[in-house]
């Protein structure tokens, strides 16, 4: 298995630019989620989805959109990269469950906004 | 919705001490409080979580302890190495839906040869 995938590990947009952050898990996870890391803040969560067609805001949503067409992927939507989206995002899968939380994370993407 | 606070933000100890860290939740209906531990440039990585039944778990070098009461849970981890150095986060769940965490603002723990 390769657990959860991200693609791309690096990206460098212009404000203004959108773009799109790939996820893919193949744990066949019901629960997945993004979540973004600055320093000191520690992971706080943009968007996640309870399954394929569901899909709910997090903490800091604004500027973001998701989509969950299948179980397996889970894309991010930058609609207007603004300097204060530079940040590395992580994308996370889980079961869901009341004995299931562990989450299972993605490599990250560190994007920089100029 | 669930508030965590996680201490120290940066922690200095030596080889073979003691680390602590310390986090607090604000929802008593938690159930679950799970540490995850992040090398520099990984991926965060859970390492031992423990459940509202119980009030210690251990794993090793590393243990949690749960107080309920109190709302606050501790990462203990003894003889500390070198390769224990890394962003520490703690965590609790947040709202109705399993899944969904919320994450302390993470510890630096950095172990002195």
């Known amino acids: 298995n390769a657990g959860v995938t991200q693609t791309p590990k690096f990206q460098v947009l212009k404000t203004g630019q959108s773009m799109t952050l790939q996820c893919a898990q193949d744990?066949?996870?019901?629960?997945m989620s993004w979540y973004r890391q600055d320093p000191g803040m520690g992971l706080r969560l943009i968007h996640y989805?309870?399954?394929?067609?569901?899909?709910d805001q997090g903490e800091v949503p604004n500027g973001y959109n998701v989509s969950r067409s299948t179980t397996e992927d889970f894309p991010l939507r930058l609609l207007s990269a603004a300097p204060s989206q530079t940040s590395v995002y992580f994308c996370?899968?889980?079961?869901?469950?009341?004995?299931?939380?562990?989450?299972?994370f993605g490599p990250g993407t560190r994007l920089t906004v100029t | 919705g669930e508030n965590v606070e996680q201490h120290p933000s940066t922690l200095s100890v030596q080889e073979g001490d003691s680390a602590v860290i310390k986090c607090t939740y604000s929802?008593?209906?938690?159930?679950?409080f799970p540490w995850y531990k992040q090398e520099l440039g990984k991926r965060p990585q859970l390492i031992i979580d423990?459940?509202?039944?119980?009030g210690e778990k251990k794993d090793q070098r590393i243990a949690v302890t749960l107080n309920k009461t109190a709302k606050h849970f501790s990462l203990h981890i003894t003889e500390t190495q070198p390769e224990d150095s890394a962003v520490y986060f703690c965590?609790?769940?947040?709202?109705?839906?399993?899944?969904?965490?919320?994450f302390g603002q993470g510890t630096i723990l950095t172990v002195h040869p």
């Open positions: 423990i459940r509202s039944n119980v």
């Open positions: 996370a899968s889980s079961y869901l469950g009341p004995n299931s939380y562990e989450q299972y």
């Open positions: 744990m066949n996870h019901e629960y």
């Open positions: 989805s309870v399954g394929a067609g569901i899909t």
């Open positions: 929802d008593s209906a938690s159930n679950y």
């Open positions: 965590a609790a769940p947040t709202g109705t839906s399993y899944g969904k965490l919320t």
